[in-house]
């Protein structure tokens, strides 16, 4: 599997109508169980990593940015480490998070360019 999403049920469901498994978080304890299943293959109930054929592998995880704010540490970490899935967040069912950049604003300022 190439994407996996994790977010609200609603987009769940829209994200697998175009072939991308995902699961649903309603809070940050879900959200971190359904993270470290799919980064490192480990399952929270048992406390132990899963065989192979159970976890969720991706080379690319998609978050919303209310899921990547109750991960905060955990993605940044994740993202410093350089390691497979790469992580992308999208704006979840209500919009982007007001004070968040775009990427589009985050290149303006590193370049110093508007186009």
């Not at 993270?35 to 490192?40: A, G, M, N």
């Not at 899963?50 to 540490?73: K, M, N």
């Not at 992308?88 to 186009?115: C, F, Q, Y």
Request: charged share 25%; aromatic share 8%; proline share 3%.
């Amino acid at each position: 599997m190439d994407f996996f999403f994790i977010g609200d049920s609603e987009l769940v469901t829209a994200f697998r109508f175009v072939g991308i498994k995902g699961a649903a978080a309603v809070n940050a304890e879900s959200a971190r169980t359904h993270f470290r299943r799919v980064t490192e293959g480990w399952d929270e109930v048992t406390g132990s990593a899963l065989p192979r054929r159970q976890a969720e592998t991706c080379r690319v995880l998609i978050l919303t940015e209310e899921v990547s704010d109750w991960l905060e540490d955990l993605v940044v970490s994740w993202q410093l480490s350089g390691s497979y899935p790469l992580i992308v967040e999208i704006p979840g069912m209500m919009g982007r998070h007001p004070g968040r950049k775009t990427l589009v604003d985050s290149i303006r300022e590193a370049v110093g360019v508007r186009v």
